[in-house]
């Protein structure tokens, strides 16, 4: 099966260990890429997440997670795993763009793990983590990389099965689970969403995914081109 953003959830895909902050299939974890930083003490906000993998590694990490997710499923997995792990989390179910229970300025990191794929207005999300981080803290996140997107992930020599510009729903389903689809998006429009809520990008990723790494969730189409884009902007300043 290829590679779809709930690998990381645990019930649908890849089931992942609560190590490493992950990014994508068989890509550097955040021990690697080190793009949000050192988050002991910090006050961390995830969007989308899943069963909690990153939401536990990010508390054993010694920092104060509030994590959040349209699934009910995916926050009582998270609470579990987070019980299991000895850690405590903070959740809320609900859509990501509403974060009305999070103050103004009193986020230190944002993060989302393939957790934006399937909102329909990201530019609300983009300002409502500009209106809760603090200035110049870092907002991390990773999608599926827009020329992934492109080709068919069943094949083994590449295939194209839509255009770059074409920005209609990507349907999936696995193990009998339909989800909702995803949303595919360019990386010109994710710049230009980010820079109109008020986010300077300092950090654009596209690497490779390695085989091993990658495990069940392998794709031969991960030859050809890099499966994630990671991406990380900046509040700026007033």
């Not at 508390?59 to 104060?64: D, E, I, L, N, S």
């Not at 959040?68 to 609470?79: E, F, G, H, K, L």
């Not at 870092?138 to 080709?151: D, E, G, I, Q, R």
């Not at 193990?175 to 654009?204: H, I, N, Q, Y």
Request: charged share 25%; proline share 7%.
């Amino acid at each position: 099966m290829a590679w779809t953003r709930f690998s990381l959830a645990g019930p649908v895909g890849v089931a992942l260990a609560a190590d490493a902050v992950r990014y994508g299939p068989g890509v550097p974890t955040e021990d690697e890429l080190k793009l949000l930083g050192r988050v002991e003490g910090k006050r961390v906000l995830e969007l989308g997440c899943g069963a909690g993998a990153c939401t536990v590694a990010l508390a054993k990490a010694g920092a104060r997670v509030v994590a959040v997710d349209t699934a009910v499923r995916n926050i009582d997995d998270t609470r579990e795993r987070a019980e299991r792990e000895g850690v405590r989390v903070e959740t809320h179910h609900g859509p990501l763009a509403d974060l009305a229970f999070v103050r103004a300025d009193t986020i230190d990191a944002a993060l989302s793990t393939y957790g934006l794929t399937a909102v329909g207005d990201l530019d609300r999300v983009f300002r409502q983590v500009h209106r809760v981080l603090r200035t110049d803290r870092p907002f991390v996140f990773s999608v599926p990389h827009p020329a992934f997107v492109l080709l068919d992930p069943a094949g083994g020599e590449p295939v194209l099965r839509r255009a770059w510009w074409d920005t209609s729903p990507v349907t999936w389903s696995a193990s009998g689970v339909d989800a909702e689809p995803d949303r595919p998006v360019t990386l010109a429009s994710l710049v230009s969403g980010l820079g109109r809520a008020g986010f300077g990008v300092d950090a654009v990723v596209e690497p490779p995914a390695d085989r091993a790494a990658a495990g069940e969730a392998w794709s031969d189409t991960m030859r050809w081109v890099p499966p994630t884009l990671v991406v990380r902007a900046r509040k700026l300043g007033n």
